[in-house]
């Protein structure tokens, strides 16, 4: 890997130069990512950190090598707050960002519409688990969509999300998309993994849920 981009640099390394590297779990939690970069800084002083994979967890990294000037490169991570150059200076990525996320969804919304709804709906319930989450329709009536040949748009919905960096990152650029597309969000809602059955009630006031 080295010499490869040696060659594509077109520099030249000194013989006896070595790339070591180290690993640390970050359990997908923000609490243990963040211990173990401050370790990995402190005690084998690393100049620069991959990963870690989720939003949330990449976060308080990216903070943390702000401060100490080093630069951290996530292979994954998609909340548009991680672009904030204010906040994480060194923070970099080789993914996009959900703000492409955010588009694609409110154009489903907006021009692809539902065509397979009952024509009366009261309620509408989510289960969510943390590998599937599955939407389950039930006798509802949507004045919050119209109906165009034969599809419905929506032009009023609901936001459900993860209360993380993550979900939170995408619900805000959901929201500052949806004014450009003639979109109203009459309701954003968090959860949390631990608590992640959520009924919500739809009626001519709400909208659909993305």
């Not at 401060?67 to 548009?80: E, L, M």
Request: hydrophobic residues 40%; contains cysteine.
């Amino acid at each position: 890997m080295v010499s490869g981009a040696d060659r594509a640099s077109g520099s030249e390394l000194p013989d006896d130069f070595n790339l070591t590297y180290v690993v640390r779990d970050s359990a997908s939690t923000p609490s243990v990512a963040a211990s173990q970069a401050n370790e990995m800084i402190q005690e084998e002083n690393v100049e620069s950190i991959i990963g870690p994979a989720r939003s949330a967890s990449s976060g308080p990294v990216a903070l943390i090598c702000g401060i100490t000037n080093r630069p951290v490169t996530g292979f994954w991570a998609s909340s548009p707050t991680l672009s904030d150059k204010s906040t994480y200076p060194t923070y970099s990525r080789v993914t996009t960002s959900d703000t492409m996320l955010a588009s694609v969804v409110l154009g489903a919304c907006q021009q692809l519409g539902c065509v397979s709804i009952s024509a009366d709906c009261t309620a509408m319930y989510v289960g969510h688990t943390l590998e599937f989450p599955h939407f389950l329709l039930k006798e509802c009536h949507f004045t919050c969509a119209e109906n165009v040949g034969g599809r419905h748009r929506w032009f009023k919905i609901s936001v459900l999300f993860v209360d993380d960096l993550w979900g939170s990152g995408l619900a805000e650029a959901i929201s500052t998309q949806s004014g450009t597309r003639g979109i109203d969000i009459v309701e954003s809602q968090k959860f949390t993994y631990q608590n992640a059955q959520v009924i919500i009630q739809v009626d001519s006031g709400r909208g659909l849920l993305v």
